[in-house]
Nanobody, 125 residues
Framework: VQLQASGGGLVQAGGSLGLSCAAS????????MGWFRQAPGKEREFVAA????????YYADSVKGRFTISRDNAKNTRYLQMNSLEPEDTAVYYC???????????????????WGQGTQVTVSS
């Protein structure tokens, strides 16, 4: 199983970036999917999640209204569209997938089984 995150880069504050997470070795539609990020010197934190099936979405308060998580099951890919970026959004962004049968806390790293390698997003002021 491999999750490949891509799309990071350098952008000015107020700009936009779109991240992709392509899966191989698993069928994304059978998994919940999450985006997390880790800024320098900080712990990794939840950003957004998309529930399998109905596709219900969840967002951290810090990104709500600015970020949008979406899916393309035909491409076995998940996306994170990031608008109105702020310097505080600078971090390495990770995608993750999980489908444990018991209670699934979308905001917790431990809920997810598979992780991508991360892609750097840098927002300049």
């Amino acid at each position: 199983v491999q999750l490949q995150a891509s799309g990071g880069g350098l952008v000015q504050a107020g700009g936009s970036l779109g991240l992709s997470c392509a899966a191989s070795g698993l069928t994304f539609s059978a998994y919940h999917m999450g985006w997390f990020r880790q800024a320098p010197g900080k712990e990794r934190e939840f950003v957004a999640a998309l529930k399998r099936g109905a596709g219900t979405t969840y967002y951290a308060d810090s990104v709500k209204g600015r970020f949008t998580i979406s899916r393309d099951n035909a491409k076995n890919t998940r996306y994170l569209q990031m608008n109105s970026l702020e310097p505080e959004d600078t971090a390495v962004y990770y995608c993750a997938a999980g489908n444990r049968p018991y209670y699934f806390d979308y905001t917790q790293e431990a809920s997810y089984t598979y992780w991508g390698q991360g892609t750097q997003v840098t927002v300049s002021s």
